[in-house]
């Protein structure tokens, strides 16, 4: 199966060929450390592991590697405002990040690289761009000259006449011309500095994912990821500096993916108009976030509500129920059926082929999402027909385990979703919300708790039920009677 992506380069969706098959090189920007991880970044990051998660799927040896921006002006006003080092900020908010990243099950990259830590490779690289006429020194300041590189604007369009026009450019006298960007930063009182050969100073932002994929990825890499807002000026700027120095192209392929808007605003701190993954985490499982990213496809906005995060938890409801329902169908009686194959394994075989397909097809997760909703409901018309009949017949049981076990492996391989269900698939369990030491509610204590109201509703006493029952539900613990009996699960 060929897989094709979408490349911001060339804007046309191609086949993606490997520069050196099953070997695939990904690069993408990773966050800078000053603020808890709003849903923008939660975005990017579930996009690119659940790429890279198919990627795996498909045979490629992934080397993954997302960096870490750990110095930056941002972080630096922080630590002034907290009268604290700068080093402290970051490290407090790289601790959070993995956090977060750990709830939404988004896993670690092969390699985490923090700007900090790779200086002097920095430095190398702005030392060859001086060497080759592309980089000039001014005043301790380092700037790199854009007009020098003729392929400049060539990943966002754009030519260095309309960036001019459009005055997306930094203004300094030290600058030759206003479209040049800073490589290297002078130091300044009371700031993170270090030596150099123009004096103590900094790096600017855009030299620092070059350096890290050097020494990382090397020269070319496959895949170069990011979101949509950094084509310009960031992924530009890497561009031009990274193919002045080797003359050969940089990234193969560049993936972006929609911004998160807010009633059509770009989420930022910036705006105010942010929510960070921590807040998401407080009222809902972090699959639904999960969910609703994979519900849009990676290219198109995702404009988010708290609405739209309802109706994703319906959804996920109905997928987890659906593979859940095969432990009370299962209690059922059980009866011979006319034997034969059920239809159910061509329907799961159907649904598999167009899942893959789907993401083979510019990694379109909706249109997968959309078949796997199609089996959900046929096995509802299973679970519903049984239910109210009481019975289920040895060839329907055996094809709802068979479907159920497709769903839940597709799932949890492809998508990071329902990594709890079930304790020999289990990885790990996600509490729902940060809860203070003793708040959790042990499943031992809520087992007894539905055995209790059981006993109550057979001896009618009702009220006692009902208590139980809407207790449950303020922990945010939800009972479902079944004719099998009462189950559970924390929302």
Same mark, same amino acid.
């Given at each position: 199966?060929?897989?094709?992506?979408?490349?911001?380069?060339?804007?046309?969706?191609?086949?993606?060929?490997?520069?050196?098959?099953?070997?695939?090189?990904?690069?993408?920007?990773?966050?800078?450390?000053?603020?808890?991880?709003?849903?923008?970044?939660?975005?990017?990051?579930?996009?690119?592991?659940?790429?890279?998660?198919?990627?795996?799927?498909?045979?490629?040896?992934?080397?993954?590697?997302?960096?870490?921006?750990?110095?930056?002006?941002?972080?630096?006003?922080?630590?002034?405002?907290?009268?604290?080092?700068?080093?402290?900020?970051?490290?407090?908010?790289?601790?959070?990040?993995?956090?977060?990243?750990?709830?939404?099950?988004?896993?670690?990259?092969?390699?985490?690289?923090?700007?900090?830590?790779?200086?002097?490779?920095?430095?190398?690289?702005?030392?060859?761009?001086?060497?080759?006429?592309?980089?000039?020194?001014?005043?301790? %300041? &380092?700037?790199?000259?854009?007009?020098? +590189?003729?392929? =400049?604007?060539?990943?966002?369009?754009? /030519?260095?006449?309309? @960036? *001019?026009?459009?005055?997306?450019?930094?203004?300094?006298?030290?600058?030759?011309?206003?479209?040049?960007?800073?490589?290297?930063?002078?130091?300044?009182?009371?700031?993170?500095?270090?030596?150099?050969?123009?004096?103590?100073?900094?790096?600017?932002?855009?030299?620092?994912?070059?350096?890290?994929?050097?020494?990382?990825?090397?020269?070319?890499?496959?895949?170069?990821?990011?979101?949509?807002?950094?084509?310009?000026?960031?992924?530009?700027?890497?561009?031009?500096?990274?193919?002045?120095?080797?003359?050969?192209?940089?990234?193969?392929?560049?993936?972006?993916?929609?911004?998160?808007?807010?009633?059509?605003?770009?989420?930022?701190?910036?705006?105010?108009?942010?929510?960070?993954?921590?807040?998401?985490?407080?009222?809902?499982?972090? %699959? &639904?976030?999960?969910?609703?990213?994979? +519900?849009?496809? =990676?290219?198109?906005?995702?404009?988010? /509500?708290?609405?739209? @995060? *309802?109706?994703?938890?319906?959804?996920?409801?109905?997928?987890?129920?659906?593979?859940?329902?095969?432990?009370?169908?299962?209690?059922?009686?059980?009866?011979?059926?006319?034997?034969?194959?059920?239809?159910?394994?061509?329907?799961?075989?159907?649904?598999?082929?167009?899942?893959?397909?789907?993401?083979?097809?510019?990694?379109?997760?909706?249109?997968?999402?959309?078949?796997?909703?199609?089996?959900?409901?046929?096995?509802?018309?299973?679970?519903?027909?049984?239910?109210?009949?009481?019975?289920?017949?040895?060839?329907?049981?055996?094809?709802?385990?068979?479907?159920?076990?497709?769903?839940?492996?597709?799932?949890?391989?492809?998508?990071?979703?329902?990594?709890?269900?079930?304790?020999?698939?289990?990885?790990?369990?996600?509490?729902?919300?940060?809860?203070?030491?003793?708040?959790?509610?042990?499943?031992?204590?809520?087992?007894?708790?539905?055995?209790?109201?059981?006993?109550?509703?057979?001896?009618?006493?009702?009220?006692?039920?009902?208590?139980?029952?809407?207790?449950?539900?303020?922990?945010?613990?939800?009972?479902?009677?079944?004719?099998?009996?009462?189950?559970?699960?924390?929302?």
């Amino acid at each position: 199966m060929s897989l094709k992506i979408h490349n911001t380069l060339t804007g046309k969706v191609e086949e993606f060929v490997p520069i050196d098959p099953p070997r695939v090189l990904i690069y993408t920007c990773g966050v800078t450390v000053y603020d808890d991880s709003h849903v923008g970044h939660g975005r990017s990051l579930i996009v690119f592991d659940t790429f890279r998660r198919f990627l795996e799927h498909l045979g490629y040896d992934v080397k993954f590697v997302r960096n870490f921006t750990d110095v930056d002006d941002k972080i630096i006003n922080r630590a002034k405002d907290e009268c604290t080092d700068f080093m402290t900020i970051a490290n407090r908010y790289i601790a959070s990040y993995y956090r977060d990243m750990e709830a939404i099950r988004v896993r670690p990259a092969d390699v985490e690289p923090r700007v900090t830590e790779h200086i002097q490779e920095i430095i190398e690289v702005i030392r060859k761009l001086i060497e080759k006429g592309y980089a000039y020194e001014s005043e301790g %300041d &380092v700037y790199f000259s854009v007009r020098s +590189f003729k392929d =400049y604007g060539k990943l966002s369009k754009r /030519s260095p006449e309309e @960036m *001019e026009a459009g005055a997306r450019v930094e203004p300094s006298e030290k600058k030759r011309d206003p479209l040049d960007f800073a490589l290297w930063k002078a130091a300044k009182a009371g700031e993170p500095a270090w030596d150099s050969p123009w004096g103590k100073g900094r790096p600017g932002w855009h030299t620092e994912c070059v350096a890290m994929i050097f020494k990382h990825l090397g020269e070319t890499i496959d895949i170069h990821g990011g979101g949509l807002d950094l084509v310009f000026p960031h992924h530009e700027n890497e561009i031009a500096q990274a193919e002045a120095i080797t003359g050969r192209p940089f990234a193969r392929y560049w993936m972006h993916n929609g911004l998160v808007t807010v009633g059509g605003q770009k989420m930022s701190k910036s705006l105010g108009n942010y929510v960070t993954l921590k807040e998401i985490y407080t009222k809902y499982h972090p %699959d &639904v976030l999960r969910l609703l990213v994979l +519900f849009t496809h =990676y290219r198109s906005p995702l404009d988010f /509500s708290w609405d739209k @995060m *309802e109706e994703t938890q319906r959804a996920y409801e109905r997928l987890r129920t659906a593979i859940e329902d095969y432990e009370v169908l299962k209690k059922l009686e059980v009866v011979p059926g006319k034997g034969g194959t059920h239809p159910l394994y061509d329907k799961v075989k159907e649904t598999e082929e167009a899942f893959f397909g789907a993401l083979s097809d510019d990694f379109n997760t909706p249109e997968a999402l959309s078949h796997v909703f199609s089996l959900v409901s046929e096995l509802g018309k299973i679970k519903n027909r049984t239910y109210s009949e009481g019975k289920i017949t040895q060839e329907e049981l055996s094809a709802y385990e068979f479907a159920s076990r497709s769903l839940l492996g597709l799932m949890k391989k492809m998508f990071g979703l329902l990594e709890d269900l079930y304790p020999e698939c289990e990885v790990r369990r996600v509490v729902e919300k940060e809860l203070e030491p003793g708040e959790v509610l042990d499943t031992r204590l809520v087992d007894l708790l539905v055995e209790v109201r059981t006993i109550a509703r057979q001896e009618k006493q009702f009220k006692i039920a009902d208590l139980i029952r809407d207790r449950l539900k303020e922990l945010r613990i939800e009972l479902e009677d079944t004719p099998a009996g009462t189950r559970w699960k924390r929302r």
